[in-house]
Every structure is written in structure tokens, then in C-alpha cells.
């Protein structure tokens, strides 16, 4: 049983997030809720443009510390491809396989880098056209 607080801090960044983004839907992504916000003005940092933030809810069980989580990017390549290019790093495939946004993984120190092949609106925009509500890892 989780304590009655447990999401007040997950709710409350929502509410922030609103303030400066567009919730454009929220899922349960491995037993928790996910949300994912489209930026009003997205970020830039040449030559990248950052205009989707997601925002996870604490997983059950893990030690959850406040602050960046791991950053996205999107491939230009097919995976295939792309982990013939870097062959050799420990990518994390757990999620390879994962529905219609598989996810590749790598971690570095405190932060993980998650590659997919599409955008984070894409994504919530099937989901939402496919009737998807719960997404785990293997599916």
C-alpha cells in the first residue's frame, strides 16, 4: 500500500509544469504515471530543440531523488543502424521492444540517456488514437 502522500509531490510539479506547458496526456509507463508536456516556448540549445518535457511519478520501491531522471533523444537513425554505429557501448535493451516508441538505453554516472525512434507528442498522440493507457517494458 502506498502512503497518501506519495503522489502530492508528483501533482504538485504537474501543476508547475501547467504553468509553462501544454499537458498533452498522461500514462502508466511501468506501474506509474508518466505525464508529458509540450512546451509553450521550446528550449534551445543548438542545434537542439527542446519542446516536450515527461515527467515520471516515483516508482514504487526505488529511492527517488528530485531533478533530472534522464534525457531523450530521438534517432535519426533505424536501430539497427544506430547500434551498429556505436557498437560496443552497453546500451540497455530492455525496452527495445517496447509497443510503437521502443527505447535503447545507456547510463552515464547519475543520469541515463534514452534513445527512441519518436518525438514524446507522437507518441502520446498514438497512444491516445490507439487506445493505449498502460505501457510495460516488453510489450
Not at 85 to 100: L, V
Request: zero cysteines; hydrophobic letters at 40%.
Amino acid at each position: 500500500m502506498l502512503p497518501n502522500n506519495f503522489f502530492e509531490n508528483y501533482d504538485k510539479k504537474k501543476a508547475e509544469l501547467e504553468s509553462v506547458a501544454k499537458l498533452v496526456g498522461e500514462s502508466m509507463v511501468n506501474e506509474r504515471p508518466i505525464s508529458t508536456f509540450r512546451l509553450n516556448d521550446p528550449v534551445m540549445h543548438s542545434p537542439w530543440r527542446i519542446d516536450a518535457i515527461e515527467l515520471p511519478a516515483p516508482k514504487t520501491g526505488s529511492e527517488h531523488q528530485e531533478g533530472l531522471e534522464h534525457i531523450e533523444f530521438v534517432l535519426f537513425d533505424e536501430i539497427p543502424a544506430f547500434l551498429n554505429k556505436y557498437a560496443g557501448k552497453p546500451f540497455e535493451m530492455r525496452a527495445a521492444d517496447r509497443g510503437i516508441n521502443p527505447e535503447i538505453g545507456l547510463q552515464l554516472d547519475n543520469l541515463s540517456v534514452k534513445f527512441h525512434l519518436l518525438n514524446l507528442p507522437t507518441v502520446v498522440y498514438l497512444e491516445n488514437k490507439l487506445g493505449i493507457d498502460e505501457i510495460k517494458d516488453g510489450q
